[in-house]
């Protein structure tokens, strides 16, 4: 049995990670900032017969996940996915009209939140047997997209590809595999209907490409299909 940490586990392609992996019988530790509100994940926890339990953690927030750690008092972490993120709106972050308190809070969230929970986590990920570490990114981070961006967003994803990829050369020498992923444009609440996948769809791409993951992957920018993004 895998044991897996999802981060934002309450809606979109955290859920479905959430669902599929305790599904196929994982131990699964979803995260989301307001358990009070993720109805959702508490049915799947419900159901689940423990396989699923549901944490409080908001990854912008240091003492919030150290109490989650606390929390899971050095239970083994096979896997463990940064998937919490943020969206703005597009209109509050172009060059003509930029939030700065928002680009402040999206950096925050899905740059420094990720290393936040390695930090934390990474005590868990020694002691668990895949020792694979996943950080959901997006194809808006790579110099090779020539579209129209929100500034805020693509700078964070951009940032934090940066840190995995050093944290994949820090972390090699302990046999963690640290991996930035696009995985893909989904369907979510960010997005909506006109992204590409739905977010089941991806789920399951990303879940394989995970289970397929070694230390020579460590550092590359995967997509949800198992090929490398051009970066």
């Not at 689940?48 to 003492?63: I, K, P």
Request: glycine fraction near 10%; aromatic fraction near 8%.
């Amino acid at each position: 049995m895998t044991s897996i940490l999802i981060t934002g586990a309450a809606r979109g392609i955290g859920y479905q990670l959430a669902r599929q992996y305790a599904e196929a019988g994982d131990r699964v530790y979803a995260t989301t900032r307001d358990p009070g509100k993720a109805q959702q994940l508490d049915a799947l926890a419900a159901a689940s017969s423990g396989r699923l339990t549901v944490h409080r953690m908001d990854v912008g927030n240091a003492a919030s996940v150290k109490a989650c750690a606390a929390e899971l008092d050095g239970a083994p972490i096979d896997v463990l996915i940064n998937n919490a993120g943020v969206w703005g709106g597009l209109e509050t972050q172009t060059f003509q009209n930029m939030d700065y308190e928002n680009w402040a809070h999206e950096f925050n969230v899905m740059a420094m939140g990720p290393f936040r929970v390695i930090q934390e986590f990474l005590p868990n990920v020694l002691a668990g047997e895949q020792r694979k570490i996943v950080t959901m990114s997006s194809q808006v981070a790579a110099h090779v997209y020539d579209h129209v961006i929100g500034y805020s967003y693509a700078s964070a994803k951009a940032a934090v590809n940066r840190l995995m990829t050093a944290l994949a050369t820090e972390l090699k020498d302990q046999g963690v595999i640290v991996v930035p992923m696009h995985p893909g444009w989904v369907k979510t609440e960010m997005a909506g209907d006109v992204a590409d996948i739905e977010p089941e769809e991806s789920a399951t791409g990303v879940r394989d490409v995970i289970a397929g993951m070694t230390l020579a992957d460590s550092g590359k920018f995967l997509k949800w299909t198992g090929d490398i993004h051009p970066w």
